[in-house]
């Protein structure tokens, strides 16, 4: 069973950046998912395995962007001018599929990191 590992979370302010780290995983499209407080879990941004695709939410688009390292084996998720509402645990997860946005496609997942934006 291959278990993922978020690094990077943290506190910061609102307009402040912060980078996600995870491993990836050989073959699989790699996607950041997170769920805030009362909330459901929802895709934030995915990158397909060739890294030639990606996809991201209206709520982040603009101001995010996903990339892999692959000296480094690891998907990183940039995000920058955060805001409050970006306040969740941010989940990586890993899928056979090509690009896929619905966490019923995606195979592995990591634990989650907290991610805390004050106003």
């Known amino acids: 069973q291959i278990q993922l590992q978020e690094f990077g979370g943290g506190l910061v302010q609102a307009g402040d950046s912060l980078t996600l780290s995870c491993g990836i995983v050989?073959?699989?499209?790699m996607g950041w998912f997170r769920q805030a407080p009362g909330k459901e879990r929802e895709v934030v941004a995915v990158?397909?395995?060739?890294?030639?695709?990606?996809y991201f939410s209206d709520s982040v688009k603009g101001r995010f962007t996903i990339s892999t390292d692959n000296f480094r084996e690891l998907v990183n998720l940039q995000m920058n001018s955060l805001k409050p509402e970006d306040t969740a645990v941010y989940y990586c997860?890993?899928?056979?599929?090509?690009?896929?946005?619905?966490?019923?496609?995606?195979?592995?997942w990591g634990q989650g990191t907290q991610v805390t934006v004050s106003s």
């Open positions: 997860a890993a899928s056979l599929r090509d690009l896929p946005t619905a966490m019923r496609d995606y195979d592995y």
């Open positions: 050989t073959g699989c499209a």
């Open positions: 990158i397909s395995w060739s890294g030639t695709k990606t």
